[in-house]
Nanobody
Framework: QVQLVESGGGLVEAGGSLRLACAASARTFSSYAMGWFRQAPGKEREFVAAINWNGADPLYVGSVKGRFTISRDNAKNTVYLQMNSLKPEDTAVYYC????????????????WGQGTQVTVSS
């Protein structure tokens, strides 16, 4: 099973940017759809963005459209989440996930999860 490790989280002021990365262990990385989710304290884990194995048809939750961009580099077994114009409400632990179903909002269709990386946006 694929193993995932996120990096790139940190503390940033509102309006700033961060780039998260998720490195995957599997040689079959290029066959997986990849997703980013986030969980704020006291809240459910929510979908943020997803991308298919070939980078096509990225999906975004409405609150991040136009600010976040998901991308992947299959040669490096890595998926990225570029986050611009960050807001305090983006503060959460961000998780990447891998799934065989295809890019989807549905959390249960992802087979593997990383340990998460904290993103804190100060006002």
């Amino acid at each position: 099973q694929v193993q995932l490790v996120e990096s790139g989280g940190g503390l940033v002021e509102a309006g700033g940017s961060l780039r998260l990365a998720c490195a995957a262990s599997a040689r079959t990385f290029s066959s997986y759809a990849m997703g980013w989710f986030r969980q704020a304290p006291g809240k459910e884990r929510e979908f943020v963005a997803a991308i298919n194995w070939n980078g096509a048809d990225p999906l975004y939750v409405g609150s991040v459209k136009g600010r976040f961009t998901i991308s992947r580099d299959n040669a490096k077994n890595t998926v990225y989440l570029q986050m611009n114009s960050l807001k305090p409400e983006d503060t959460a632990v961000y998780y990447c996930a891998a799934g065989s179903y295809g890019a989807t909002y549905e959390r249960s269709l992802y087979d593997a999860w990383g340990q998460g990386t904290q993103v804190t946006v100060s006002s």
